[in-house]
């Protein structure tokens, strides 16, 4: 009688635990996926994001290319984020009164136009920079309607059981998608180059700059076929018509524990996000290394995002909504003093992961409480005020913290960012544990039994 080899043996006791490993991510991490509408709306964004990013990393390279000058890839980011902050409570007033659905589609065909137009201008060779930022202006007027729409979209797309689950998954495939298409825009920069090249002759940086336009406006077609199969339309309720572009503020007024997380937030984003601004300096002046180590800080960052986004989908609960912030605002102080105080790339990737593991765990779970603790006929507004915290604060300290560096040092303001961190994470605490904040006192009850008078 054969017996069994070493390597069937081996094998057969490795899979049965791989199949149970795949069981639990599929009930626990990935348990969202379970509901068909939000199946397809994930599959849809994953495509759509990462043509996205693949777009403004080859826009800022290109922006670069025809100006020489550094500020012009900030001045792209501000053009593109800075409607948001503008209009984005009149987005929430449309997130509330039109069918989400219908929306959403709007707006990705807007953005689909768009990138057809930056396609075909940079294919002549029309494009100056000044119409590239025209164009990144007329797509941050876009976002600043569609963020807040899809934000409140995904607590119509899943059970109330599950939200906390569905938006760290959309963190998730949105840092994902951060680090897949620049990657991807670097390919096809060096795949066109290869091909196109002619001799000695240097290939235009806008052809492989009009290649990644070309495939991010392919990337819609998935987005819109997504949305065109799921059936849930997004209307909250009869009331949600009712109410100016500013009942959004008045509601957060009238609800403390939402205008403390909102600005939590935003105190925490404009100390920790600004710190990957300074990787470039802090790579050269404070680790003496070259670009291909500040690579390792930025790839770290994204590591610890992606570990962030996994632990809230798998043990983020409303129970233990305000443990997550503190461990989130925690991991990111910490992460900012390994920072100041590295010496090796080792320790500095280490703090670089910490830091991407916090600001995500804090603000996946800041999204999650201001979803699961606004009314229907609110929720699109409210949201436009989370996007609003965020493109205000990511611009404004980014641009503080270049600033500070070149006349201080990057040491010395990254010690100061840490100082403003650790201030957060005193009011997170004051304000879980010894508020003693609980499931049972929060807008959460209330929202089952009604609005609160």
Known sequence: MDRPTPYLTAHSKIL??????????????????????????????IVSFTGTWMQNAALMWLVFDLTNNPIWPPLLLVAQVGPT?????????????????????????????????????????????????????????VQAIDLPARLAFVSDLVPRYDLINA???????????????????????????WLARDGEAAVPVSWGASACFGLNSLSFAAVLWALGQIQ???????????????EGVRYVLARPVLGAVLLLTGALSVFGWPVMSLFPAYTRMVLGLGVEHYSTLVSSLGAGALAGALLTATFGTIARRGW????????????????????????????????????????????????????????????ALWAMT?????????????????????????????VGAAMVVVCVFLFTVLHGWTVEDTPVTQLQNGPSQ
């Not at 969202?32 to 994930?42: E, G, M, V």
């Not at 069918?99 to 940079?122: H, S, Y």
């Not at 849930?232 to 500013?246: K, P, Q």
């Open 16 to 45: 049965p635990h791989l199949f149970g490993l795949l069981a639990t991510l599929k009930h626990t991490t990935f348990r969202s996926l379970q509901h068909r509408d939000y199946r397809l709306y994930f599959a849809g964004q």
């Open 85 to 141: 902050l503008l209009f984005g409570t009149f987005g929430g007033a449309l997130a509330d009164r039109i069918p989400k659905r219908r929306l959403i589609m709007a707006t990705q065909v807007l953005f689909l136009t768009n990138a057809i137009l930056l396609t075909t201008l940079v294919a002549l060779g029309w494009a100056s920079p000044w119409a590239l930022l025209l164009l990144q202006f007329s797509n941050g007027l």
């Open 167 to 193: 938006i760290s998954l959309n963190s998730l495939l949105f840092n994902s998608a951060r680090a897949i298409g620049p990657a991807f825009a670097g390919i096809v920069f060096v795949s066109v180059e």
């Open 232 to 246: 849930t339309n997004g209307m909250g309720s009869e009331r949600d018509g009712e109410g100016s572009t500013w």
């Open 324 to 383: 997550f912030f503190l461990a989130g605002s925690s991991l990111t102080t910490l992460g900012m003093i390994g920072l100041a105080l590295a010496e090796s790339l080792t320790v500095a990737a280490g703090a670089a992961g910490l830091l991407g593991a916090g600001l995500i765990l804090f603000l996946s779970t800041g999204q999650s409480v201001l979803q699961l603790s606004s009314h229907d006929q609110a929720r699109g507004r409210v949201m």
């Open 390 to 418: 965020l493109s205000a604060s990511a611009p404004f300290g980014h641009l503080l913290a270049g600033a500070a560096a070149t006349h201080f040092g990057v040491i010395p303001v990254v010690m100061s960012m840490t």
